[in-house]
């Protein structure tokens, strides 16, 4: 795209576009002097292709409603060589934040920027980097998170990854973050009535506007205002400020950008059932869209300068379509006031596809009330096969739902037999994500799933009769649930079929949300339904939100607790339930009781997780993808845990640097990872 070309394209958007010039590279003639009070929220850039990049900064003026900065991108970061130089607007309709698309860029380049006002005080210096052109054969590198909580934790692991990649060569450094959401937690608490929670300390968000109370502890935002203080808040913290200044971020939300349980523009908290809250979905949305620079598609359209919110009341949703969204207009129009799924192409090798599992999802089947009669009682799994009757409705067993379900000595009718399967994806993302996959090109195919697409289930059937008070109700293995995609099992194998069928090759599904690393393969079925993968997947342990692994550390007593935890005087607790789930009930009890790790691995239950090769329910970091022409190496870099900054540079110590590679294979024969733990010791995850 030429010069007339991209500013004519940028025009008819409503976008404020900044072209390069590549052959005229000169000093700044701006009187800029740093001045970061004024610019609160640092600097940030996203969604990079191979000539352009979207930049964003937020300042604040104490008048009038609009203002301009000069915006400069240059080659190095003393602006010597500067390559654009342009106005944007910056707005109080936006919370004085601003956005500009540069474009003209050269491919696979760094670049520096910064904007100033009219007075010469100005942001600090950020660095972006742009995408290599689709041709480029070079290896692409990027890293992904998720779960960021300034209100429980630090972000040390983005000071880890700002120091690493400082000292990495220079084919070993970051293209971009994938940010694969909750970059917020709406829910909050506050020190004053809660100081600690588990390890944690409670830190002060401030004055949160009219925010609503909905348990004990926690508040959530119930406006624009509300959700506007909360990403403040985040990017306040200057580990998070840091990372966006120096690394370009390709985001997609997840459920904690809009609400804790919520959905489609429904929000359910604890004992207040579930409420429309279209104006509350609109506001998440536009929020998004003001502190997160991307290029997700809005309503209101492509312009950068403001949102532009739909007007939506609050009203029953009652009807819905046979993908279970909801039909009453206003909840159609929150929805799609903003539409964040979107493919990026990244050199030869990277096809980044990112869905959006919350706007779209049907109601989760096992919050019925008639599923209440399914409880699993004190056991911490539910049976699989109901969950899987329930999930599939109508098209459930080739389309001969059960007219009951039974679990153990009870018997309900099936409230399910005659509903449309589940879904998280809805109608028109998954014909796309479909689509998407099947045409690239790329030679890795990475589906940004935002939520865990691998099977979190344990052999209930095997937990000995001592310990609990009534038999397994279920046939065999039991989930543990969480309501994630790795429970819509019809869905899931929907999309893995479409893998298999048009022989697509590479297939990577990479995903967040579940606090905790995982590794394996992505497989439509497991025992004992068989076990054919298709493609391998990687979730990442959080930023800083707390686990599993550390909720079980603070459980009270009981006969199952040996299956998550192991507690011994003086040392630091164990979390067998990685074993629990990769090896088994008997491999967990095992150690738990001897503490011999070889011993627990000889009870391995080879049908509970052949999709497995590696779980950490206490794992806080990230995960750096390696993408090249024959092979794909994952690399989880964990943390200790991040319960207050680190007082070092490289973010504190490690906990573990694991590494998980697989060569290219052929559709129609099995992935195949090879692990090497490169530091640390992680012996209850391998």
Known sequence: MDRRQFLASAASLGVIGIWATRSAAAPSRVAWREDR??????????????????LWTRRPFDRGDRHELTVEVALDADFRRVVATARAPVLAAADWTCRALVG???????YWYRFSDDSGAGSRVGRTITAPRASDPRPVRFAFVSCNSVNEGAQNAYARMIWEDERAPADRKLGFVLHLGDFIYE?????????????????????????????????????????????????????????????????????????????????????????????????????????IPSRVAKASGAGLDQFGPPAVTKAPIATFDD?????????????????????????????????????????????????????????????????????GGRDYNGGKPPATIAIGDKTIPNFRKDDPPYTALGREQKAWLKDRLTRSTATWKIWG?????????????????????????????????????????????????????HKV???????????????????????????????????TGSISAPGMGEAVEFSKPSPLQPLFVRTTPGAAPEHTVNLTIKR???????????????????????????????????????????????????????????????????????????????????????????????????????
């Open 37 to 54: 009070a004024l610019y609160p929220q640092g600097v940030a850039s996203g969604d990079p292709d191979e000539h352009s990049v979207i």
């Open 104 to 110: 003209g860029l050269s491919p696979a380049t760094t």
């Open 187 to 291: 829910v909050f608490e506050k020190p004053a009535e809660l100081p600690k929670r588990y390890s944690r300390t409670v830190y002060d968000l401030g004055p949160v506007p009219d925010a609503r109370k909905v348990s004990k502890y926690f508040y959530v935002p119930t406006n624009l205002a509300g959700y506007r203080h909360i990403y403040r808040a985040h990017i306040d913290d200057p580990d998070i400020q840091d990372a966006r200044a120096h690394f370009p971020f390709v985001c997609i939300g997840d459920n904690h950008e809009f609400s804790w349980q919520g959905w489609q523009s429904f929000i359910k908290y604890p004992g207040s059932g579930v409420e429309p809250a279209q104006p509350l979905r609109v506001a998440a949305n536009q929020a998004w869209w003001e502190y």
């Open 323 to 391: 993908h279970g969204f909801g039909t009453e207009a206003n909840n159609r129009a929150a929805v799609g006031s903003m539409t964040a799924y979107r493919a990026m192409r990244y050199g030869r090798h990277v096809e980044l596809i990112l869905t959006d599992l919350h706007s779209y999802k049907a109601a989760d089947p096992t919050d019925r009330p008639e599923a209440a009669a399914l409880d699993s009682g004190e056991y911490p799994v539910l049976p699989q096969e109901w969950l899987e009757i329930t999930d």
């Open 449 to 501: 799933a935002t939520n865990g697409t691998l099977d979190m289930r344990t052999d209930a059937q095997n937990i000995p009769a001592a310990l609990v008070k009534t038999p397994w109700m279920g046939k065999d293995f039991g989930t543990f649930g969480g309501g994630d995609f790795s429970g819509a099992f019809a869905e899931r194998a929907e999309i893995y079929d479409t893998v298999r069928d």
């Open 505 to 539: 090759s590479g297939f990577v599904t990479v995903s967040g949300d579940r606090h905790s690393f995982w590794a394996g393969y992505a497989a439509p079925h497991l025992p004992p339904a068989g076990f054919a993968p298709v493609g391998i997947s990687f979730i």
């Open 584 to 686: 088994g009930v008997l491999s967990a009890l095992e150690y738990a009781a001897s503490g011999d790790i070889a011993r627990a691995r000889a009870l391995t239950n080879p049908d509970v997780a052949p999709h497995l090769e590696f779980v950490d329910m206490a794992g806080h970091g990230y995960a750096v993808v390696s993408a090249g022409p024959n092979s794909i190496d994952t690399e989880f870099v964990c943390i200790v845990r991040p319960v207050a900054r680190a007082t070092t540079p490289d973010g504190g110590p490690l906990r573990y640097r694991v590494s998980h590679q697989a060569r290219l294979w052929q559709p129609g024969t099995p992935p195949r990872l090879e692990q090497r733990v490169l530091e640390g010791d992680a012996k209850l995850s391998i």
